[in-house]
C-alpha cells in the first residue's frame, strides 16, 4: 500500500510558478517511479510528468516540456513538480501518481489508461490570465 499526500497547488497569474509537493509513505518510496497528472473541468485526467526510481530519467508531456520539471527526494520520500511560465490552461486539479510494481516511469508516460495504482487527493492550481 502506497499514501501519496499533495500540497502546494493555488491561484497565481499567468507567468508565475508553484511548486507542488507529495508526500508518500507505505512501501519503500526508492522503489518505484511517481508521477503527476492533471484534470481540468470536463476533460480527462492527462500524464504530465513522471520519474524514475532513482531520478535518473524523468518524462514529460509536450504542453509543459520546458516549463515543468520533476524531482524527488528519496530520503524525505517527497516528489516535487515545479511549474514555472504558468499558462491559463495549465488550470486544473493535479494528482500524484504511483504505479504498480514493475511499471516504469516511461510506461506511466505513454500507457492509455495510465498504469498507477495509487492516487493522491489532488490539489487545486489555478492560473489567472
Known amino acids: 500500500q502506497v499514501q501519496l499526500v499533495e500540497s502546494g497547488g493555488g491561484l497565481v497569474q499567468a507567468g508565475g510558478s508553484l511548486r507542488l509537493s507529495c508526500a508518500a509513505s507505505?512501501?519503500?518510496?526508492?522503489?518505484?517511479?511517481m508521477g503527476w497528472f492533471r484534470q481540468a473541468p470536463g476533460q480527462e485526467r492527462e500524464f504530465v510528468a513522471s520519474?524514475?526510481?532513482?531520478?535518473?530519467?524523468?518524462y514529460y508531456a509536450d504542453s509543459v516540456k520546458g516549463r515543468f520539471t520533476i524531482s524527488r527526494d528519496n530520503d524525505k520520500r517527497t516528489v516535487y513538480l515545479q511549474m514555472n511560465s504558468l499558462k491559463p490552461e495549465d488550470t486544473a486539479v493535479y494528482y500524484c501518481a504511483a504505479p504498480g510494481l514493475g511499471t516504469t516511469a516511461q510506461a506511466m508516460s505513454i500507457k492509455v489508461p495510465p498504469p498507477v495504482d495509487y492516487w493522491g487527493q489532488g490539489t487545486q492550481v489555478t492560473v489567472s490570465s
Open positions: 520519474i524514475s526510481s532513482l531520478g535518473a530519467a524523468t
Open positions: 507505505g512501501r519503500t518510496f526508492s522503489t518505484y517511479p
